[in-house]
């Protein structure tokens, strides 16, 4: 073993990486950005589930247990109808409500039993379990003064007691894998064409761009679409991940993210030279999205500046839309999911749009 | 222009700079259907920058481009030109045959994979894979690409570069005959030796085409015996 060939081979590899600025700026910059984005996301002061509160009761203890609910900060309660509430869980501005019968002074009194009806709109897992959480802590006042038993008769919206972690974020996996893949898979694919040649003569052929972009987009899509009834296939039968909707419409979705991705990959490949460089964009463009997109963190509990970055994203809305499908089992109908169709597929048309207009700038 | 036909090749005055360098500089260049002309000139000289901007991938700052009567760019012509690059730009998981193939599909040619491959002695090794190919078998499968469409202008970027003397005399018997059955044919090349079989030559250098003619005239204007002494002379000769 000689030392001085190990330090040679050390400093070619330091040599290089100082005149590779675009993989130095990777290494120390990316890392920041993405433990920033996570600390802001997670100590931002980002905002707590919220609930409604339906008191109904004609004692006093509802109203103990009404005001303890409200100055939680656990969760963000409001008093308001059950006709109200229901309606807010509905529309998804409500994660939970909790209504306290008209009966239940007297019952604590006699029967040392309370029995509130807490409602939860059930497809995100941790915020259901937040307001279950605040709705015990405020009734543990009650029972240590009065010793009376907390028995909530807990229903839900979507999903159901059984739903667990996996069926909320599967459902936003079966989109997610297919869209990185085939996205990460064009860019490489596209940067070898370039890489050997191939492109150069493509451009120098009766080839028109849409042409290119158009073939590029089917090959992959044909590809995608295997993939993506595969990791579909996988998640239903084998994981038994949650699904109330329709699953042709799941593979619409997929199929729409699938496009995108190969479009997306085309144009980003026109900032990397290498596939190395493509590998690059990992950190820098997918992390931060599945950080953001809602797939790991609400998106209504992110602190109100990240939340509009998150609307921005088209991924936000295609997650929102795989949990619409799978976990709500929404259909075409729902105006919400005509939303994250149409974000989506707006965002696919414009990225083959960029695809096909850089293609040009990408040969020279 | 005499008969009437259009040159295969008309580049009037074409200048190209990438930044402060200067890639073409006033190029002037005419090539017929049915000869090979050979643009000759050290690396760097702008022979390849010359080319591409033939088949529109450089857009000249200043001159016009002219391929088979028809201003450049046009994607319409382009299906008439056959493009050979530098590398041998072929798909490395594909089989030869696959690759001249899809080379015949994008430009529109129904068949002539076989003869294309013949023309290229690769019919035996149709089924290989391009990346079990020797280099000189990729070359040759590179040129079977570039012209399975029968092209009326066949380009060639510097095609025998690392390809042994035997099969460098093969493809020049094959570009002569092409020439021969019609076709015109513009080839680059550094190496001297092999410009003595073009019909004519343009001598480039620092962007400019110093010199142009057949091998005699330009041995007679520069008054020595050999085409390596001509290019040195007037390359000199033009500087001063």
Redesign the interface.
């Known amino acids: 073993m000689s030392r001085r060939r190990v330090a040679a081979i050390t400093r070619r590899l330091l040599q290089q990486f100082r005149r590779d600025r675009r993989t130095l700026a990777l290494l120390f910059f990316a890392p920041l950005v993405i433990l920033a984005l996570l600390g802001y996301l997670l100590r931002g002061g980002g905002s707590v589930p919220t609930m409604g509160v339906a008191n109904l009761d004609t004692g006093p203890l509802g109203g103990v247990v009404a005001s303890q609910l409200e100055r939680s900060n656990t969760v963000s309660a409001t008093n308001m109808s059950q006709a109200d509430a229901e309606t807010k869980l509905h529309n998804g501005d409500l994660a939970g409500y909790v209504v306290l019968p008209p009966d239940f002074s007297a019952q604590a009194q006699q029967a040392r039993v309370v029995a509130p009806d807490v409602r939860l709109e059930g497809s995100q897992p941790g915020l259901s379990g937040s307001i279950l959480q605040a709705v015990s802590q405020s009734f543990t006042a009650l029972a240590s003064t009065a010793g009376v038993h907390f028995e909530p008769r807990v229903t839900y919206l979507y999903g159901g007691p059984n739903f667990d972690t996996l069926d909320y974020f599967g459902a936003a996996f079966v989109g997610l894998v297919v869209f990185f893949l085939v996205f990460v898979i064009t860019a490489v694919a596209f940067l070898r064409e370039r890489g050997q040649g191939t492109l150069e003569r493509l451009m120098a052929s009766p080839l028109r761009r849409p042409e290119i972009v158009l073939g590029y987009m089917l090959g992959f899509t044909v590809l995608a679409l295997i993939q993506s009834a595969e990791v579909l296939a996988f998640s239903l039968l084998v994981l038994h991940v949650h699904n109330s909707g329709n699953v042709a419409l799941i593979f619409i979705l997929e199929a729409l993210m699938a496009i995108a991705a190969v479009n997306l990959g085309i144009f980003l490949s026109m900032f990397a030279r290498t596939e190395f460089q493509a590998v690059q964009f990992i950190p820098l463009v997918i992390v931060p999205q599945i950080l953001l997109a809602g797939i790991i963190f609400p998106v209504s509990t992110e602190p109100r500046l990240l939340q509009v970055l998150s609307h921005v994203l088209p991924l936000t809305y295609a997650v929102e839309g795989m949990r619409n499908i799978m976990i709500k089992g929404a259909d075409l109908g729902w105006s919400s999911l005509q939303l994250d169709f149409g974000v989506v597929l707006g965002f696919a048309v414009l990225v083959i749009l960029a695809g096909a207009t850089t293609l040009r700038r990408r040969i020279a | 222009m005499a008969t009437g036909e259009p040159y295969a090749v008309e580049a009037l005055q074409v200048s190209k700079r990438f930044g402060a360098q200067r890639a073409l500089d006033g190029v002037t260049l005419r090539v017929r259907r049915g000869e090979v002309y050979g643009i000759l000139g050290p690396n760097g000289a702008g022979k390849t920058t010359l080319i591409?901007s033939l088949?529109?991938?450089?857009v000249p700052d200043g001159g016009t481009v002219a391929v088979l009567g028809r201003r450049m760019p046009s994607?319409?012509i382009?299906?008439r030109?056959g493009?050979m690059?530098q590398?041998?730009?072929?798909?490395?998981d594909l089989s030869a045959a696959e690759n001249v193939r899809f080379?015949a599909e994008?430009?529109?040619a129904d068949g002539g994979v076989r003869e294309a491959l013949e023309f290229v002695d690769l019919w035996d090794r149709r089924d290989s894979v391009v990346s079990n190919l020797s280099g000189g078998m990729r070359t040759r499968c590179s040129l079977a690409?570039a012209l399975v469409h029968k092209p009326d202008l066949l380009l060639l970027d510097e095609p025998t570069v690392g390809v042994d003397p035997q099969l460098r005399v093969q493809l020049w018997d094959r570009f002569q005959r092409m020439a021969r059955e019609g076709a015109a044919i513009l080839v680059s090349s550094h190496v001297m030796d092999e410009a003595e079989r073009c019909d004519r030559l343009g001598l480039i250098r620092f962007g400019r085409l110093l010199a142009e003619g057949t091998v005699a005239e330009l041995k007679r204007q520069a008054g020595v015996e050999r085409l390596e002494d001509a290019f040195l002379k007037l390359s000199e000769s033009s500087a001063a």
Do not use: K, S
């Open positions: 591409r088949v529109g991938l450089i994607l319409d382009l299906a030109v493009y690059t590398q041998a730009a072929l798909y490395p080379f994008i430009y529109g690409c």
